[in-house]
């Protein structure tokens, strides 16, 4: 995995060309380390051909302390697949008395968890906002 810290501090995951096509859209990966806990933003495609990604970013944010928030609002699908991810990601933060957060943004995202029942669980928060409080 290669990381990098941006001048503000934060640990950036490399852009990763997740397909071969060459219309694939990218799936682009950040950790964020907050005061109160650790942001992950992805971006692009999540699906069964970047699931590896994530769940290796997931992994890295996993091992931080504090609440794990994970903004899903610049994603422009995502497909099933990646939905055992952030269980996996819930079932850890909570194994570790952690507060696990998923923001989403009106559209397909927040509908795909919503039907599949896992607003409350995932604690979705619909934000087209980019503040929030994790305290």
Known sequence: MHET???SGELQLAE???RADADA???WATVCEEPDGVRVLMRGELDVATDWW???VLTVACRRQGTLV???R???FMGCSSVPLL???SRRAAAQGRR???LTRPGSVHRTLRLLGLEERLGVLDLPAARLRTT
């Open 74 to 76: 610049e994603l422009r």
């Open 54 to 56: 994530a769940d290796l």
């Open 70 to 72: 994970v903004d899903l």
């Open 5 to 7: 810290r941006a001048p």
């Open 100 to 102: 696990l957060i998923v």
């Open 16 to 18: 990763l060309p997740a």
């Open 25 to 27: 859209a990218p799936f």
């Open 87 to 89: 269980l996996e990601a």
